[in-house]
């Protein structure tokens, strides 16, 4: 204690101490010269060995190596401005990634209670879905004792608002999910349980700010305003504030209460019937209860279901919980995408790492003289080795505060082009920081410790190090270039190859007769007269019914194990003349016939997998007594899983207790956007409550490729800019290995040597390097690119053109970087290059 006291006190007086040593000092050391000592020794020495008497010596050194590091990179302004720009888009790019995902993922939304927000979704062995029937719903609430509340979102297709050209979109919700968020409105009040649970009271709205300000001219007495909703009329009670924050990222311009559903969808069931599954959930936990005890409570009311709603429950059914209180609910695939973007990102790290580390060795050539100095004056190994930790740590914190101005521009561009939240902020948190402050002092170590150790070792001149550090920087860039080819690949032949079914001229025509209370009976007429008048009008080619629209993005799918090996499959209901609307080319055998049962279609590649080398016709699928026999092969088109090339699909004859979920699509002759006004028509003279969802499959088609350039964009650009690192540090490593062989490349070209010979001499030594390089970039992108088949539409991760573009961009870059700095030297006179020595 007494020593912690000591050292505690010279902390705060060290200044007084060191005054008085020197007096002390002066006076020793005059008392030696009158008494003819001639060698008082080193007054340095003393000092710093009576410091370290005292304690915190460590401190003064650490100010003397931050003082000597600031003055060695201001004396190189060029070194320095290149070390934190490469430190700026390694770290940078890493922190954006990390932000994002922070603000989706990780940071709570700005609403009451987020930390016990939970997501409640349905799961099985074999599936899952995130919808679950508000019948179930609402036996959760009133029965779960470990939810203090439990939320419900049913989003239905957009409604028409008044006389707009445009449908609005809507939500139904519960009416104690505002007050559960704890949203204060911004004008008038938001949903209430207390006066908007029963389906009696008054139809009521709420709109967002942005309707309010763009649709209504941010007009103050909105409050009370009568719309039509469908035809409709509904009041408008509150206006939502600017910067609010929604479960799930939702996005509605218009909120109803749930209670009101069945007064704007004529004759809707759905909140009777146990077996439409159409509400997204949510639940507070109960204070000190965790998510687990929940799940237990869940899985038993599940079972209570189950006894008395057997068809409204799978097999082995559970209740899945996850955190809910985030911006978005990260699904097990969406963690494969985050770690494998993840990955790409730290690899501009490594890459950004090694080269900088290969600048430090070469710029240690510059400072033999220096260091030569300082260990005859007497610094030790240690000394040099820590002050050169000490500026590759400055060098490390000037990056990441420029990476941290850059990942706040971009963020900020990212979040206007998202058209994120406005709740949302690029300022980064702790989460980030901290995150920057790890990367900051990894960064450090791994630029910075193999130099210093060769510098303090003065074994500058082995090779061994800088070749390590190219093959790392040849690896990394070949991985991100191969990944970025793919990419690339994947989205040019989404645009410009047939996906396997003719998109262009197809419209889906959902009535949601479901919703709208039809029976099975009073569907099949509905939908019998409606393909009727679809037939009959010019420029209609083909007319069909299916129950899973194409590119729907629906939920029902089905795990499958073929050849020890885990494939999606996507069923499909379809009426008989489904193939030739869809204009998907029959392989084998026929199509059904109306009324047909037990039998199935395959898709090609699900006959391929399935039975190798056997003829698929009369092979049969499912067990007893749900066999079926497979009467005929599809061709491969993925109209619900257009991103996923593995999953294959099995199409039924649809049966009447399908009818009611069915939606129609039709082949236009002609442009299928002029269709709309006539279906339009159609329905309303049908059913004037049935307001049916219309959408072009040709958008939505785009929209899927739109998805897939924007990641591939991303990833080229990512990979370009490991590219453009990896060639700066080649050029700064081949042009330190030229330096130091300056003299030998004069005596070469005196005695006559050829330069092509002279600089197959001085590159040598990197050939190995950049064939391991590039061999185990292959490797490693052969290994991740297996994460990428859900994004890799039409081709497949070992693409042979893919791999053969990026290694022949790596290979010029390669070449380019070791020419240049050798092309220069050769360049020079030799009496130049004699005198430089």
């Not at 159609?682 to 088609?701: C, H, M, T, W």
């Amino acid at each position: 204690m007494k020593e912690l006291f000591r050292q505690i006190y010279y902390l705060f007086h060290r200044r007084r101490l060191d005054e008085e040593l020197q007096d002390e000092m002066a006076f020793h050391r005059e008392m030696a010269a009158r008494s003819g000592r001639k060698n008082f020794g080193n007054p340095q020495l003393m000092r710093e060995r009576a410091g370290e008497a005292w304690g915190w010596t460590w401190l003064d050194r650490l100010v003397q190596d931050l003082h000597y590091g600031a003055r060695i990179l201001r004396r190189s302004p060029g070194f320095t401005f290149m070390a934190v720009l490469v430190l700026a888009i390694g770290i940078g790019i890493n922190v954006t990634a990390f932000s994002l995902f922070d603000m989706f993922a990780l940071k709570p939304l700005p609403v009451r209670d987020a930390d016990r927000i939970v997501r409640l979704e349905r799961r099985s062995p074999n599936a899952y879905t995130s919808e679950m029937a508000y019948p179930s719903y609402e036996f959760y609430r009133d029965h779960a004792h470990t939810l203090s509340a439990a939320i419900a979102v049913f989003g239905i297709p957009p409604m028409q608002l008044d006389n707009d050209v445009q449908p609005t979109p809507v939500s139904f919700v519960t009416p104690n999910y505002f007050t559960e968020l704890g949203t204060i409105p911004a004008l008038g009040r938001m949903l209430d349980p207390s006066r908007d649970s029963s389906p009696s009271a008054s139809p009521v709205v709420v709109i967002t700010y942005f309707l309010w300000q763009h649709r209504f001219d941010s007009d103050p007495s909105i409050v009370g305003r009568v719309i039509h909703l469908d035809g409709k009329p509904a009041t408008i009670v509150g206006v939502e504030p600017y910067d609010v924050a929604t479960l799930g990222g939702q996005g509605p311009s218009i909120w109803i209460p749930v209670a009101q559903q069945p007064y704007f969808i004529a004759k809707s069931k759905v909140l009777e019937d146990w077996t439409n599954s159409s509400i997204r959930m949510w639940g507070k936990l109960a204070p000190g209860v965790t998510a687990a005890a929940a799940a237990q409570e869940l899985r038993a009311l599940t079972d209570a279901i189950r006894r008395d709603h057997p068809d409204a429950v799978w097999k082995d059914e559970f209740i899945f919980i996850s955190p809910g209180g985030h911006l978005q609910v990260m699904q097990p695939e969406m963690y494969r995408v985050a770690v494998m973007i993840g990955v790409l990102t730290l690899l501009i790290l490594i890459i950004a790492c090694a080269n900088l580390g290969g600048l430090v060795t070469a710029r240690a050539v510059a400072r033999q003289h220096e260091m030569g100095i300082r260990v005859a004056v007497g610094a030790g190994r240690w000394r040099i080795f820590r002050q050169l930790c000490t500026e590759s740590l400055m060098l490390a914190v000037l990056g990441s505060i420029a990476a941290i101005v850059l990942a706040y521009i971009v963020l900020r561009i990212t979040l206007a082009q998202l058209d994120a939240p406005k709740w949302i902020s690029p300022t980064p948190d702790w989460r980030v920081l901290l995150f920057t402050v790890v990367a900051t002092v990894v960064a450090s170590v791994s630029f910075g410790f193999m130099p210093a150790i060769q510098i303090a070792r003065q074994k500058q001149h082995k090779t061994i190090a800088r070749q390590i550090l190219v093959g790392i920087q040849i690896a990394g860039s070949s991985v991100l270039m191969i990944i970025a080819s793919l990419m690339m690949r994947a989205a040019l032949h989404a645009l410009y190859t047939d996906p396997g079914f003719g998109y262009e001229q197809i419209v889906s025509v959902d009535p949601h007769l479901s919703r709208h209370g039809y029976s099975n009976s009073s569907s099949q007429a509905y939908l019998a007269e409606m393909e009727s008048r679809l037939r009959a009008t010019p420029g209609v080619l083909s007319v069909s019914l299916v129950k899973m629209p194409p590119l729907g993005h629906v939920t029902d799918r089905e795990t499958t194990e073929i050849n020890n090996r885990k494939v999606m499959i996507y069923p499909n209901w379809i009426a008989p003349e489904f193939f030739q609307t869809m204009g998907i080319p029959m392989q084998l055998g026929r199509t059904f016939h109306p009324g047909e049962k037990n039998v199935v279609i395959v898709s090609q590649s699900f006959a391929r997998e399935q039975w190798p080398g056997q003829n698929p016709l009369g092979q049969t699928v499912g067990d007893d007594p749900d066999k079926s026999t497979v009467i005929g092969v599809a061709g491969d088109a993925h109209i619900n899983a257009l991103n996923d090339d593995d999953a294959v699909e099995q199409y039924w004859p649809m049966q009447p207790g399908d009818m009611p979920d069915m939606v129609i699509i039709l082949r236009a002759a002609g442009s299928p956007g002029s269709l709309t006004p006539t279906i339009k028509s159609i329905a309303g003279n049908l059913d004037q409550s049935v307001f049916p969802e219309i959408r072009q499959l040709k958008a939505l088609y785009l929209q899927n490729v739109n998805g897939i350039e924007k990641v591939a964009g991303i990833i080229s650009l990512v990979g370009m800019v490991a590219i453009a690192i990896s060639a700066v540090g080649i050029i700064g490593l081949v042009a330190f290995v030229v330096t130091q062989r300056t003299k030998e490349i004069a005596i070469r070209i005196a005695l006559g040597a050829r330069p092509g010979a002279v600089l197959s001499a001085v590159l040598h030594q990197f050939l190995w390097p950049v064939a391991i390089g590039i061999f185990a970039g292959i490797t490693l992108a052969a290994f991740g690119s297996k994460l990428l088949r859900m994004v890799l539409f039409g081709i497949d991760n070992l693409d042979p053109l893919s791999y053969i573009t990026a290694i022949a961009l790596i290979g010029i870059m390669i070449a380019l970087a070791m020419l240049l700095p050798a092309a220069r030297a050769l360049r020079l006179q030799l009496a130049t290059i004699l005198r430089y020595e």
